[in-house]
């Protein structure tokens, strides 16, 4: 039987992990890159290029390397917890020479049209027309991975900003923004309270003038050092917290997430208060935005009302002598190679399960990484790299259109209450449920039942323990015999790199009384584990 050939649009995370995916399943994959280097989002450049992710030279990750990790490469022990964005790079370095998957990218290659063949209908076939050095060229494909992710395409909602155009100052999008050097003195508007929009007023604030930032709504705000100096990730997302958490009201929840967040800082206090509840928006990262703030360093304002010519005047009434703007507004999703595009994508993007559009005659096209979950993307898009191989082979098989438009409708109805309305929040997913329905459809999700009889010491750590990506790793296919012990060896990989002092006087272990205090829980709760177990495992 002929090779399945596999295009695959762009060499970021998504890409890599889609690359290898291929290879597992025997595909024969060819990945177009328009740069020419791998890395995507993590691959800092002094100069933004356009249709390129654009970051600043401090940009550091807000998940934690043992949840961000590809499910069969744990990060080395020695790497920081949170990594900055040249750690990052030297992983998927290591991850792309360690399974050879560079040989399979063709650099400083555009892809200018993806479009149905003629007789796709019974072929489920592409033509993929590229560009390299001015001269184009098609390819037919057996199906497409679009892996170019959302974060290219700046928002910048200039209309929503009366005199904009009579300021004399600067403005720029965050996407432009790499460090704090040409702002020293200024005085500086950030607009926009998302995880950039926090960084940049922060990072600014430390040599310019003065520094604003202006938001409509208010978020909450997490610290990447949780209880006892955990990561956050790690000590919250675990399969304990997502059990429990559906014995509880929603409102009981945000009560308990708002007070805790307000303990470290009144959110009232400081400017910051949220116009919705914990749970129905996004929250945000901010380390160091509460210490910027106490010391006046940056100042919350409200929504821009308008532009003068050298100010800004903002909702209240108030009115700043302003030098630059920095518009930190977010992206819009594009995918400009599309042929039809409406054909394919509605307005909203509409796909089965965030991967497969479900008007297509054959599921030969993909997007991966299109989504916003509430925890790491590398496993999120690996597993549906890895789902969507297992389709493309034939070794898996799609629901009929009406069941796929019958699913996308009644997760969009429970988002729509959920959630708050947002451009964001309609792709937003919870990270440990995501993950368990893709893998469910992939066959790979971790049996709990059967491992609390079999491997005592391995269930408890699933279930009580961080929900790594390793765990995808333990059965069906893909699976990893590294698997139990990257699980059983996550929390020394966790403190390795946090214990650089040595005391030469032993250390009392903590550990006994984790697990005493883990077992008293756990009998306590014992009747609604058992139900909790039996749902998981059905």
């Known amino acids: 039987m002929e090779v399945k050939q596999i295009a695959i649009i762009g060499a970021g995370v998504s890409g890599l992990g889609a690359i290898k995916s291929c290879l597992e399943e025997g595909l024969e994959p060819t990945c177009f890159e328009k740069s020419n280097d791998i890395g995507g989002l993590w691959r800092y450049e002094e100069t933004s290029e356009s249709g390129r ?13 043992e949840m961000t990790a590809f499910s069969d490469y744990p990060f080395p022990d020695h790497y920081p917890n949170y990594l900055h964005n040249s750690k990052m790079m030297e992983y998927l370095r290591m991850y792309a020479r360690h399974f050879g998957l560079v040989k399979h990218i063709q650099f400083r290659t555009k892809v200018c049209k ?18 390299v050095d001015g001269k184009q060229k098609t390819y037919i494909f ?94 919250l997302f675990t399969r304990y917290n997502r059990a429990t958490q559906r014995f509880y009201p929603k409102f009981l929840i945000n009560r308990w997430a708002e007070n805790k967040l307000n303990a470290r800082f009144n959110h009232a206090n400081y400017g910051l208060q949220a116009k919705h509840r914990f749970l129905s928006h996004q929250s945000i990262f901010g380390d160091d935005l509460p210490n ?6 940056v100042l919350m304002k409200t929504n821009v009302k308008e532009f003068t010519s050298t100010s800004a005047i ?28 409406s054909e394919i994508l509605d307005g909203e993007h509409t796909m089965f399960k965030f991967v497969f559009p479900p008007q297509l005659e054959k599921p030969t096209l993909a997007f991966i990484g299109i989504l916003q979950p509430v925890g790491a993307t590398i496993p999120t898009s690996e597993l549906q790299s890895r789902w969507v191989v297992r389709v493309f082979a034939g070794l898996k098989k799609l629901p009929s259109q009406n069941d796929m438009m019958a699913d996308i409708n009644r997760r969009k109805c429970k988002m729509e209450k959920e959630f708050m309305k947002s451009p964001r929040g309609t792709h937003r997913v919870q990270y440990i449920d995501y993950m368990d329905e893709i893998a469910s459809e992939l066959g790979v999700k971790p049996k709990l039942l059967s491992l609390f009889l079999w491997d005592t ?25 590294g698997a139990r012990a990257a699980i059983l060896t996550q929390r020394d990989r966790i403190l390795k790199p946090l214990r650089t002092r040595v005391l030469k006087h032993p250390e009392t272990s903590s550990s006994g009384l984790f697990w005493f205090g883990r077992i008293c829980i756990a009998i306590f709760l014992f009747v609604p584990v058992l139900v909790i177990m039996q749902v998981m495992y059905h």
């Open 53 to 65: 992710p654009g970051i600043y030279k401090s940009l550091t990750c807000n998940t934690s390397k």
């Open 114 to 131: 993806v479009r149905k063949r003629p007789d796709f209908s019974s072929s489920g076939q592409w033509d993929v027309v590229v560009e």
């Open 142 to 235: 057996d199906g497409v991975m679009v892996c170019s992710g959302h974060y290219t395409e700046k928002y910048l909602p200039l209309q929503d900003f009366a005199g904009i155009n009579r300021f004399r100052g600067r403005y720029l999008h965050s996407w432009e923004y790499k460090h704090p050097g040409s702002f020293e003195g200024k005085r500086v508007v950030v607009i926009g309270i998302g995880n950039s929009g926090a960084d940049v007023a922060g990072e600014i604030s430390r040599v310019a003038e003065q520094v604003f930032l202006s938001t409509r709504r208010g978020t909450w705000i997490w610290n990447r050092v949780w209880d006892n100096g955990n990561p956050l990730d790690t000590a």
């Open 292 to 297: 910027r703030i106490i010391t006046g360093r």
């Open 314 to 341: 903002f909702e209240d009434g108030s009115e700043e002598t302003i030098d630059v703007v920095v518009f930190a507004t977010g992206y819009t999703l594009s995918f400009p190679f599309l042929d039809d595009s």
């Open 457 to 481: 010491k391995l269930a408890k750590e699933i279930f009580w323990g961080p929900c790594t990506p390793y765990q995808y790793r333990l059965q069906g296919p893909g699976k990893w015999a």
